[in-house]
């Protein structure tokens, strides 16, 4: 198994960039694609981005591509999300998860989820 924990989320205003942070525990890590989603009220949740377990492969969803970029740190064991041109409806709490160990950074299964850290971008 592995324990996710988000970080790095905050209040910015729109234009800005924050860097959301995910702590991995568990021996696993290393053997699994990550990928942050967001949900904001109302809305169903979204995935943004994914990497796979050895950071050569990213999906981004077509809502923030050229804007957030997804990386990993496997001997940190972080996963993190840095977001740049924010906007208002990128306000949402953002989420870190992980795949089941081996599985490819296309799927939509995922079986571990972090608590997820507030975004809000203010116009």
């Known amino acids: 198994q592995v324990q996710l924990v988000e970080s790095g989320g905050g209040v910015v205003q729109a234009g800005g960039s924050l860097r959301l942070s995910c702590a991995a525990s568990?021996?696993?890590?290393?053997?699994?694609?990550m990928g942050w989603f967001r949900q904001a009220p109302g809305r169903e949740r979204e995935r943004l981005a994914a990497v796979s377990s050895g950071a050569a492969t990213t999906y981004y969803a077509d809502s923030v591509k050229g804007r957030f970029t997804i990386s990993r740190d496997n001997a940190k064991n972080m996963v993190y999300l840095q977001m740049n041109s924010l906007k208002p409806e990128d306000t949402a709490v953002y989420y870190c998860?992980?795949?089941?160990?081996?599985?490819?950074?296309?799927?939509?299964?995922?079986?571990?989820w972090g608590q997820g850290t507030q975004v809000t971008v203010s116009s």
């Open positions: 568990g021996r696993t890590f290393s053997l699994r694609a």
């Open positions: 998860a992980a795949r089941p160990p081996g599985a490819t950074v296309a799927g939509s299964q995922y079986d571990a």
